[in-house]
Nanobody
């Protein structure tokens, strides 16, 4: 059974940093890319970053809102994916989710969130004004 669990959220001062973790089981990064997305209150879900499956070389993508501030990485041996966030802003306040996506996308990954198969309960990141 596919499972994902996010952790690491909390209250962060503007300009601060935080690392989110995604522990997964029941599937392999050989066949799945991992997507981080977020949802702020009263707003639509937003794809933040993704990393391709192993056979596609582990390439990464970022939304324009977080590029140069967030870094996605993974530890295949530990079944973990991370999202290192820096220079956090109030607009980054949201519940963050990690999700598994098996669609190949021609060797890339997608932030469109249309083919996600499973995600966790999320972890809340709050950056006050």
């Amino acid at each position: 059974q596919m499972q994902l669990e996010e952790s690491g959220g909390g209250l962060v001062e503007p300009g601060g940093s935080r690392r989110l973790s995604c522990a997964f089981s029941g599937f392999s990064l050989d066949s799945y890319s991992i997507v981080w997305f977020r949802q702020a209150p009263m707003k639509a879900r937003e794809g933040v970053s993704c990393i391709t499956r192993v056979r596609s070389g582990g390439r990464t993508r970022y939304s324009d809102n977080v590029r140069d501030r967030f870094i996605i990485s993974r530890d295949n041996a530990k079944n973990m994916v991370y999202l290192q966030m820096s220079d956090l802003k109030p607009e980054d306040t949201a519940t963050y989710y990690c999700a598994a996506d098996s669609y190949p996308y021609g060797g890339s990954c997608s932030l469109q969130l249309t083919k996600l198969e499973r995600w966790g309960q999320g972890t809340l990141v709050t950056v006050p004004p």
